[in-house]
């Protein structure tokens, strides 16, 4: 069982809707993370909040924007996505000793549809 | 720059072969290296890591030494089962918050 919560499993969507992925770890961990993974693709980093602030957005476009309301929560709020938004959407944290030996913690993802 | 370079897939074995996955690396510094395994439907969990070079990493019976004359992290386990059957992906680390993937190497464990 993972640790880091995410939710939907599964979210289809219109491209004028608006969505939200949630993501949720009670581990005290400090970072948390957005990945995109496309099928048969590696993870790809879209946006690091640490001690609830962002500290790196991977030029992401706009109609994706992140919130970190707490330390233990992570939301991607969804706008006008384009089909070729579909994927695997990936949250992660990491301890708040972390240094670049830290592991990540990843959540089993939602799987996002734009029709 | 800094990447990662896995040998292509897919990898097909029967039960019982022994399983070598290749992961080489570029990097300034002196990076971690780990590798990660997806398995279907789910997310990517920690395999194994190697802080420095010639440390070992090990876990569940899979194993990769940090090799730093070849710059090399390969990933072995001596006998695979098909519940091993996933992705598994190579990745390094050198600075806080950014990881560096592989493009992943399907493994496919037949009866």
């Known amino acids: 069982d993972t640790e880091v919560t995410q939710t939907p499993k599964h979210l289809v969507m219109g491209m004028t809707n608006k969505k939200s992925l949630k993501c949720e770890q009670h581990m005290g961990h400090r970072a948390m993370y957005w990945y995109k993974q496309k099928a048969k693709k590696p993870p790809e980093l879209m946006f690091v909040?640490?001690?609830?602030?962002?500290?790196i957005n991977e030029s992401v476009p706009s109609r994706f924007s992140p919130e970190c309301p707490n330390s233990s929560l992570l939301n991607l709020h969804l706008h006008a996505l384009q089909p070729e938004d579909s994927a695997l959407y990936l949250c992660?944290?990491?301890?708040?000793?972390?240094?670049?030996?830290?592991?990540?913690?990843f959540g089993n993802g939602t799987r996002l549809t734009v029709t | 720059g800094n990447s990662v370079t896995q040998m292509e897939g897919p990898v097909t074995l029967s039960e019982e072969a022994f399983l070598t996955i290749n992961c080489t690396y570029t990097a300034t510094g002196y990076p971690s290296l780990f590798w990660y395994v997806q398995y279907p439907g789910e997310g990517l969990q920690l395999l194994l890591k190697?802080?420095?070079?010639?440390d070992k990493g090990s876990n569940k019976g899979f194993e990769a030494t940090y090799r730093k004359e070849t710059t090399s992290f390969h990933l072995e386990k001596g006998s695979v089962q098909v519940s091993d059957s996933a992705v598994y992906f190579c990745a390094l680390s050198v600075t806080t918050d950014k990881l560096i993937f592989g493009t992943g190497t399907r493994l496919q464990v037949f009866p």
């Open positions: 190697a802080t420095k070079a010639d």
């Open positions: 992660a944290s990491s301890p708040p000793d972390r240094g670049y030996n830290s592991p990540l913690h």
């Open positions: 909040y640490s001690y609830e602030k962002l500290s």
